[in-house]
């Protein structure tokens, strides 16, 4: 059995994250954690003639790199797994042409990363997939574009505003192999809590993750201590001391773990000016494949839960005054017993 | 194995609880504080620059072409346009603005930036459904409402004859 609770998955044959590909922008490369992604461009535009086309290719090098680092070819694939920011997901739907590998499209907005990660895990965990890839991006400029302003417009972005990571993260998750093991997912339900600024995300979102978190604990039976850190995907310099003091306020002791965010890691947010920090579909991919995998590879850490947070607001229904409804994805990664 | 009876509450967590009200108190404050005075000086400041910059433009028209000041009006815009879309183009603009805020997004060079960072932007589109289209998206409505507020006014004077006694003694 695989369902815990009301929408916790623990998984009994642990699929493996057998590679993984991170493709990055310039204010990325020029953050804390540069060294460990696995290429870093210069430029925004990555000699291609749109925004769009800038997107599309950074999944699909980070696609070439996850199979590349697990030794297999395209046609070893079962499925891709994958969604973006972008009206109608083009990003991933042409990556996935491009790949030529059956596509299921998914859209969590910035939860994406492991909305899909989980989704590749429930496929090959229950053996509908052998190997499947799950992978998501993001571009500052197609993001300015589709949902604030154009990317050269002189607008000033107040504090609580978030800066979308240009960038590409995808996980190739097998049945067996050397890697990390995905061991349990939550599945995230909309919480909207009456925010409206699509300037303050982290603050739309914070709910979203204090309620995956809470149920995941609770259906799976674990507590905080059960993971050397808890990661949050983008709540950043708002949102994330949101989350953590109402996590507080309803009773969990999240000081048995270390409770960080992919938004506040990613860039040097005193430095780089990217106001309250990190958001996009690939800042929890790349700051996750990149970053936290490493530290349970090298052994500092043994169990992770990553918690991707995703604003599922279109830009027209901001204007027309909605709330912002969003979503929160829970996947618990453990080293390999 | 038997699915454990882990449902919500086994743990004693509080739900997710706040009304829209009480959620939007607690998250202001964690909101970073936002200095308004230091915005108004950094906008009262390049405001008041870019416009010194059109009266040295304007005195150089005055001075290199014998031109009377109503007459240097005209290309002291357009270089001041010209500029500002040279910085738009160059990916200055935006930076200013972020510090400016009202100081550069008021004068002339705001307007100017508004139209050329939409048409850069949609470029990708094609001239007609993409430059010609999106340009006016943001300068739009600062377009449509000057006009609107023009005949607002125009309409005050009609009434009051404003218009007519401004036209016999000036």
Known sequence: MILQGNRSWVFQNPPVILATGTVVGPDEGQGPLASEFDLVHPDLEIGQPSWEKSERALLEQAGDIALQHASLKQGEINFFVGGDLLNQIISSTFAARTLGVPYLGVFGACSTSMESLAIASLIVSSGAGKHVMAGTSSHNCTVEKQFRYPTEYGSQKPPTAQYTVTGAGVSVVGQKGDGPVVTAATIGKIMDLGITDPFNMGAAMAPAAVDTIQSHLEETGRSPGYYDAIVTGDLAGVGHPIATDMLKRNGVPMQQTQFLDCGLMIYDVDKQKVQAGGSGCACSAVVTYAHLLKRIAKGEWKKILVVATGALLSPLSYQQGETIPCIAHAVAIEAPS | ?170
């Open chain 2, 1 to 170: 194995m038997a699915v454990k009876s882990a449902g919500s509450g086994s743990k004693g967590y509080k739900p997710v609880s706040m009304s829209a009200k009480e959620y939007k108190a607690f998250a202001q404050t964690k909101e970073p504080s936002r200095s308004v005075w230091t915005n108004c000086l950094r906008a009262f400041l390049v405001g008041g620059l870019i416009c010194a910059i059109g009266q040295g433009i304007q005195k150089f028209f005055m001075a290199a072409f014998d031109m009377t000041s109503k007459q240097a009006g005209n290309p002291t815009v357009a270089v001041l346009i010209l500029l500002a879309v040279i910085l738009t183009s160059m990916g200055v603009y935006d930076k200013i603005a972020q510090c400016a805020g009202a100081g550069s997004a008021v004068p002339v060079t705001g307007f100017a930036n508004s139209m050329s960072s939409a048409a850069i932007e949609h470029r990708s589109e094609g001239l007609v459904l993409g430059v010609g289209a999106n340009m006016f998206k943001l300068a739009g409505s600062v377009i449509v409402y000057g006009v609107v507020a023009a005949f607002i006014v125009g309409v005050v004077y009609w009434l009051f004859g404003i218009g007519a006694w401004h036209d016999t003694t000036g």
